[in-house]
């Protein structure tokens, strides 16, 4: 029977100039006079664009091989064309979902279906998010005409089938959307992936390069040699390698019928997975397992960095992830004896997230003498110091984070080994400013915020400076930690390269600490200055850039090797968000360590790896 895929381009170009407003409603419904007389196809669906040149009509009798069947979360099946009804072109899927909405599915693999309904064009988390559309048929009408058949062959996806270029750049007269632009998979592995949606795939066994989390999901690559690290994961070391290799793997089996198995960064994925391949929301192209492998433990290991010499400061950043005295006491010994154990108990430890003493509870609390008493206490247990500690309290709920929460910066500090230098200790509105003491910088408020009223710092935590003295000499330290990247689009965006809006806010942040910083050494110009903490972006980024401006700053995680660069694992990538950075005064003799000890396990603490500068005033 002939099929129309003549009439594709014309209809592709049509359907451009309405998918921005059809999109935006997050799914395509419109009703329209079925589209041909003709056999409609699965890849007649597809198309060779992101966007069905059918988006928003009616279709009958649309022939497929279900694939896989979901029956929680979005509920429905894959169907894909059977042996010899495929086309010989490599940009349209053969494959596609059928979306049943609250009723469950009530077909099995193997069926042989026809399936009546409307192409739509899904974009999961909504258009606001960025996101590419899934391509789906929805309220459907389906007739199973046999069972049991053989599935579909799967394809391949392997170091040699996904590109090494990641995407081609958007159209900039598509506001700089890919959604329009041919498919070209033997040139780019987020092509690649496209051309496959919705049809039956398979990885061999594949290293693991995002470890599982709390929703039943890991990440593996298929490109072994891919910006390797050498525990195993993937560093994302520029905006352009965003390693393609990488894949998300979850399973079509409810986890209450079928444990999801557990791994670590580095451990392997033995048999690899198979089954249709999605994509969602949370991490894009996405391999909903049919069929999945086990394990196998490579053993990785939590690292230990060595215990600072007598004459070095050590200097540590450590984000606890919201720890509040309403977490379990398990939380606070875990935490407290990695800093004992595997951060050798630095002298100043600058800790992220940390919560008042009732936590999310939003009634107006903001002292956190509670969460740090538990903490002391329990480095003191696991065979640490009896760190002091100095912080300054946040207005009510005026620097974001989770609500009731008020999370700030807190310096800890050995009283043994380094003392605090005390200076009218300011309150949460009140800047700290660059002073002369004799020949020397100084702080007006120790500790004390910088600039707290920049706008720049709206719900968002406002530094923390403090004077210390280690061996006579005074170091500046300036504790941050900066806005988050929400609201930015996912490497998958529809827009490439994608809008990373939050880092407007970063930016501002970083050129108010580096002018902060300037200004200590206009009155000393060999000050010993660090500043560090959740900077919440790259090395490379734009903010890092504005931190390190006119010299100001060195970014100490430059000096480690690119593969050792990250200290955050998230959808795989291995990359850099917790950073150290030194005046010139600090000079170039220091040790940096990334303590990998969170960010690579299934088993968390905390989501971040600390970070520990050595170095000799």
Same mark, same amino acid.
């Given at each position: ?122 974009? #999961? ?36 089938? &996904?590109?090494?270029?990641?995407? #081609? ?9 890919? @959604? ?62 965003? @390693? ?32 249709? $391949? ?12 049919? *069929? ?20 070095? $400061?050590?200097?540590?950043?450590? @984000?606890? *992830?919201? /720890? ?37 509870? @939003? ?16 480095? &003191? ?36 080994? &380094? ?33 707290? /009223? ?34 930015? *689009?996912? $490497? ?14 970063? /930016? ?22 660090? &500043? ?14 504005? $931190? ?35 005046? #010139? ?33």
């Amino acid at each position: 029977m002939p099929h129309i895929p003549s009439s594709r381009a014309t209809r592709s170009a049509a359907v451009g100039a309405v998918v921005a407003t059809a999109l935006a409603a997050g799914l395509l419904v419109a009703t329209s006079p079925a589209a041909s007389a003709d056999v409609v196809r699965i890849h007649d669906i597809q198309g060779t664009t992101r966007v069905s040149p059918l988006a928003g009509q009616q279709v009958t009798d649309v022939a497929g091989i279900v694939t896989g069947v979901r029956g929680y979360g979005s509920k429905g099946f894959w169907i894909q064309s059977a042996k010899g009804t495929a086309d010989a072109d490599p940009a349209t899927s053969e494959a596609v979902f059928v979306f049943t909405g609250s009723a469950a599915p009530t077909v099995a693999p193997g069926d042989a279906v026809r399936v009546s309904g409307t192409v739509g064009e899904y974009v #999961p988390g909504g258009a606001g998010s960025g996101n590419q559309s899934l391509t789906q048929i929805t309220k459907p009408t389906v007739t199973v005409e046999s069972s049991g058949n053989a599935l579909p062959a799967p394809v391949t996806l392997d170091a040699k089938s &996904v590109p090494a270029a990641y995407t #081609p750049q958007g159209d900039a007269a598509q506001g700089g959307s890919i @959604n329009g632009l041919t498919l070209r998979p033997r040139s780019y592995a987020l092509d690649r992936y496209e051309s496959l949606e919705g049809m039956n795939v398979r990885v061999g066994s594949s290293r693991v390069v995002g470890a599982t989390d709390a929703y039943n999901e890991l990440w593996v690559t298929v490109k072994p040699h891919e910006n390797a690290d050498r525990r195993g994961g993937t560093v994302y070391g520029s905006y352009r390698a965003q @390693n393609g290799g990488r894949l998300q793997i979850q399973q079509l089996a409810p986890v209450s019928q079928q444990p999801f198995p557990t791994a670590n960064v580095g451990d392997v994925l033995r048999g690899g997975a198979e089954g249709p $391949l999605d994509f969602n929301q949370f991490g894009g192209y996405t391999l909903v397992a049919r *069929e999945l492998g086990d394990v196998a433990d490579k053993g990785l290991q939590h690292e230990r960095t060595r215990r600072q010499g007598k004459g070095e $400061l050590a200097v540590a950043t450590y @984000n606890v *992830e919201n /720890l509040d005295p309403t977490d379990p006491q398990t939380k606070f010994d875990a935490l407290a004896g990695a800093v004992v154990s595997n951060l050798s108990s630095p002298d100043i430890v600058a800790l992220e997230e940390i919560q008042d003493d009732n936590g999310a509870k @939003n009634d107006g609390t903001v002292s956190a003498e509670a969460t740090l008493k538990k903490f002391t206490d329990a480095v &003191v247990a696991a065979g640490g110091p009896r760190y002091a500690w100095r912080s300054v309290d946040p207005q009510n709920n005026k620097d974001g984070g989770e609500p009731g929460g008020n999370i700030r910066q807190v310096f800890l500090y050995n009283p043994e080994r &380094v003392s605090f230098t005390e200076r009218a200790p300011g309150d949460a509105t009140t800047p700290t400013e660059v002073v002369r003491a004799g020949k020397r910088a100084a702080l007006s408020h120790s500790p004390g915020r910088v600039d707290p /009223l920049n706008d720049a710092w709206a719900d968002s935590r406002k530094p923390l400076a403090g004077e210390f003295v280690f061996r006579g000499r005074t170091v500046f330290v300036i504790a941050n930690h900066f806005g988050s990247k929400g609201g930015d *689009e996912g $490497l998958t965006s529809h827009h490439q390269p994608p809008v990373r809006s939050s880092e407007a806010k970063r /930016l501002r942040q970083a050129q108010a600490v580096n002018g902060f910083v300037k200004d200590l050494r206009k009155v000393q110009r060999n000050a010993d200055v660090v &500043v560090l903490g959740d900077i919440n972006d790259y090395e490379f980024s734009a903010a890092a850039k504005a $931190l390190e401006d006119g010299g100001a700053l060195r970014s100490a995680v430059r000096s480690l090797p690119r593969s050792e660069r990250y200290s955050y694992v998230y959808q795989g990538n291995s990359q850099v968000l917790d950073q150290i950075l030194t005046s #010139p005064g600090v000079g170039d003799d220091f040790h940096y360590d990334s303590v990998h000890i969170n960010a690579e396990f299934a088993r968390q603490n905390s989501d971040h790896d600390p970070q520990v500068l050595r170095f000799k005033p």
